[in-house]
Structures are given as structure tokens and as C-alpha cells.
């Protein structure tokens, strides 16, 4: 890697993150829209980057340091294929840390009944 990209990515990363190695986020992807049958969903992107307990692979979790970060959707598609499908691993991981952290008594997203407060149409 060229030292010039090395010194722009620290810099950002301290700017954005705890963790100096991580990349930032782009800026037109701080919040995440997805259009579903059952109204848009709206995701915090920055805002759950930012929560103290997370890392960029608490949800990309097949990339790795220095590769480009993927979409889910590059991978988890309607169908399952040779990854779960997109429904399966979107609600697995969102609802799944919104329970964890309910579970411990702390601020959480929406659980697993509470489909409007994701879904809004
Ligand atoms: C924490 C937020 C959240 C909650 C709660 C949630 N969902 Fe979802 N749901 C999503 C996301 C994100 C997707 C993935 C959308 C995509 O693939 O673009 C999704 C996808 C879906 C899909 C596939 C729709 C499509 O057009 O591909 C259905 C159906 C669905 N959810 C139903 C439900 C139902 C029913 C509930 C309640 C029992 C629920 N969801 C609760 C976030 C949530
Ligand atoms: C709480 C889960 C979560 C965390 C933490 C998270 N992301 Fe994401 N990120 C997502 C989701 C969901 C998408 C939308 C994927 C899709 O549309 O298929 C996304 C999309 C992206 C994209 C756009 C990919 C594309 O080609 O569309 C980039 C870049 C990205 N994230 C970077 C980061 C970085 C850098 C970090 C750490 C600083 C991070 N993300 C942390 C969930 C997360
Ligand atoms: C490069 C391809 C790829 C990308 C990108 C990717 N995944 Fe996956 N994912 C997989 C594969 C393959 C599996 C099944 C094997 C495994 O568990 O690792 C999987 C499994 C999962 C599971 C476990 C599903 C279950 O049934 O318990 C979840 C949750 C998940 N992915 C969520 C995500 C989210 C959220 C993103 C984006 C932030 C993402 N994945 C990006 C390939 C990918
Ligand atoms: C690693 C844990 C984690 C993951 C993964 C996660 N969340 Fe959250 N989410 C939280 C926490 C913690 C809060 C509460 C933040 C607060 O109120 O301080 C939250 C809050 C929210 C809220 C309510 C606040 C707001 O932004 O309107 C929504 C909606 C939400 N999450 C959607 C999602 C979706 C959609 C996904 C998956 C793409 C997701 N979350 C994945 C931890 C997580």
C-alpha cells in the first residue's frame, strides 16, 4: 500500500472512529433506506457504527482490513443461494443485537414483534 493512502485512512479513522483502522463511512451512506414490501426501512448507519460496542465487521462480517467493503445484498440475495437469504440474515443480525442489548437492560432498537417501528409505509 502507498504511505500517502496509509496516512489519509489514519487520519479519517481517528476522525470517525475508535478504532484508527477502520475506514469511515461514506458520507451518502450515514443512513441506509431499504424499500420492502412492507414499507421502507430506515438505518442508522453512522449512528450504529458509533455505538461503543461495535465494529465495521460486527455486521460485515466477511471483510477483512484493507479489502473493499461489500453490500450484504452482494451476497444475501431474495432467495437463499449459497448464502442465507436477505431476509433471514438482515433480521438475524438487526433483531438479534436489538435483543442482546434489551436483555442487558440497555437502549435497543426494535425487537422481533415489533415489525411497524422497521417497516414504515
Ligand atoms: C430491526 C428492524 C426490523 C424488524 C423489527 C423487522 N424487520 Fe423485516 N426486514 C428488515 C430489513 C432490514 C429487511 C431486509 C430488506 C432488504 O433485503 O432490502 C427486512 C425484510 C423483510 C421482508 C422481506 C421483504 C422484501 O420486500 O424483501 C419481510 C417480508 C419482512 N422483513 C417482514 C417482517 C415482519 C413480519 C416483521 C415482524 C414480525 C419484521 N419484518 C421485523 C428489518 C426489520
Ligand atoms: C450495525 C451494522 C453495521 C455496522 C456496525 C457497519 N455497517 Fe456498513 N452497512 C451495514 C448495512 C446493513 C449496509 C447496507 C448493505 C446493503 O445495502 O446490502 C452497509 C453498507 C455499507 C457500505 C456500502 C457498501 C455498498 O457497496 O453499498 C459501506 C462502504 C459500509 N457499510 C462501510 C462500513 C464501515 C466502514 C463500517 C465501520 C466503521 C460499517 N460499515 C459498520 C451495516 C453495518
Ligand atoms: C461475501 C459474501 C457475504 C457478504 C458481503 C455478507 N455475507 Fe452474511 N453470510 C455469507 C455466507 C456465505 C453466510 C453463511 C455462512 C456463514 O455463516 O458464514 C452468511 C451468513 C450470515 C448470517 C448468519 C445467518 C443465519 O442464518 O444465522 C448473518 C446474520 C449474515 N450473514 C448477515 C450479513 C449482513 C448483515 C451483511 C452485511 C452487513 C452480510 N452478511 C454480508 C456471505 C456474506
Ligand atoms: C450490534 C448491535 C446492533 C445491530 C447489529 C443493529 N442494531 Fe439497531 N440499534 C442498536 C442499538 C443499541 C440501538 C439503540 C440506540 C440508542 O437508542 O441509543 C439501535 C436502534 C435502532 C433503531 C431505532 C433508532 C433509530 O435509528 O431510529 C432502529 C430503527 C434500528 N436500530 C434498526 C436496525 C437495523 C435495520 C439493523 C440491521 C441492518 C440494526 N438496527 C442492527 C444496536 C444494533
Known amino acids: 500500500m502507498r504511505p ?3 496516512v489519509v485512512a489514519f487520519v479519517l479513522g481517528c476522525a470517525g472512529n475508535a478504532l484508527a483502522e477502520e475506514p469511515a463511512i461514506p ?3 450515514a443512513v441506509i433506506q431499504f424499500d420492502t ?3 421502507v426501512v430506515t438505518f442508522n448507519h453512522q449512528m450504529h457504527a458509533d455505538l461503543s460496542f461495535t465494529q465495521c465487521t460486527s455486521c460485515h462480517h466477511t471483510w477483512k482490513p484493507g479489502e473493499t467493503i461489500k ?3 452482494a451476497c444475501h ?3 437463499e443461494g449459497e448464502s442465507p437469504a436477505a431476509k433471514t440474515a438482515f433480521h438475524t443480525r438487526c ?3 436489538h435483543e442482546y442489548t ?3 437492560g440497555e437502549p435497543a432498537g426494535p425487537q422481533k414483534k415489533m415489525c411497524k417501528l422497521c417497516h414504515v409505509k
Open 71 to 73: 453490500a450484504c445484498h
Open 77 to 79: 440475495q431474495k432467495k
Open 4 to 6: 500517502l493512502f496509509l
Open 95 to 97: 433483531i438479534g443485537c
Open 37 to 39: 414490501k412492507l414499507g
Open 27 to 29: 458520507a451518502d451512506k
Open 102 to 104: 434489551v436483555g442487558k
